[in-house]
């Protein structure tokens, strides 16, 4: 004798649970510490550190009395960062490729968008925490160099420090926007530093391309950061080489990230 279940007593198993995206926050997090995983990022982290931390001795070894200042060890404090940090942004943005974790990475969060935001959210804390710390160590420095009879000045215009913040940030993303749209370490970090470079010494010799590059380099446009403050006319130039070397190359590669085939 055979005995059927009717659907409404058929034993069903438990109900499947609804996965929990990850917080944002919890995201930024998970990047920010992906930064120092690899040997690479770390090492740049600390020659970055180094870096400062030399800029501050090589002023108070060589520089005359009177530039033994806060001002003068923070903007030369800057440097490193500047040059370093959108290294690290690469690093950061092609990280799932060179190390093959974005099949991890984007199972764990399918929404690819909100890794991307996370990854740049990380690049800008880390331009902030460098600024920080910049400011920290010039005020260290200042004070042994009053101590070894440097001038000791503390005045700096505040909008300083926030146009070097500003600066740090800008080049961060800059770095990340081209590790997202080349998706190569070597040849983000390569295009990163010779196409402005290029465009730079192309504004410089041809004279019809004078009045572009004044708007179109970012190395001209963020020149005015140094100075105490920046004119309506200056920050519009910034404006306009940040969508050009920050914005659009970010989107396109924002763009290429989201149909990349994940293998």
Avoid at 10 to 22: E, K
Avoid at 72 to 82: E, I, K, N, Q, R
């Amino acid at each position: 004798m055979t005995t059927s279940l009717s659907p409404a007593h058929r034993t069903t198993g438990p109900a499947p649970i609804a996965a929990t995206p990850i917080s944002p926050v919890r995201l930024t997090v998970v990047e920010l510490r992906k930064l120092a995983d690899t040997r690479a990022g770390l090492w740049l982290l600390i020659v970055i550190g180094l870096g400062t931390a030399g800029t501050a001795a090589i002023q108070l070894g060589w520089a005359p009395d009177d530039e033994l200042t806060f001002g003068g060890f923070f903007a030369f404090g800057l440097v490193p960062s500047a040059a370093l940090l959108p290294v690290l942004g690469i690093l950061s943005m092609t990280g799932e490729w060179s190390q093959r974790t974005a099949l991890t990475t984007f199972t764990l969060t399918p929404a690819r968008l909100r890794v991307i935001a996370a990854k740049l959210a990380a690049g800008v804390l880390v331009a902030l925490a460098a600024t920080v710390a910049t400011v920290v160590l010039s005020v260290a420095a200042n004070l042994l160099g009053m101590a070894l009879g440097g001038d000791g000045r503390w005045r700096i215009a505040p909008s300083l420090i926030g146009q070097g913040a500003l600066l740090l940030v800008l080049f961060v993303l800059m770095g990340m926007a081209f590790g997202a749209l080349l998706m190569s370490s070597p040849l983000a970090i390569v295009a990163y530093f010779v196409l402005p470079t290029l465009w730079s010494v192309l504004g410089e010799a041809i004279h019809a391309l004078h009045g572009l590059a004044r708007w179109l380099d970012l190395d001209v446009t963020s020149g005015p950061l140094s100075e105490p403050a920046m004119s309506a006319s200056e920050y519009g130039r910034l404006a306009v080489s940040t969508v050009l070397w920050v914005v659009v190359p970010l989107l396109l590669g924002s763009w290429r990230i989201l149909r990349r085939e994940v293998t």
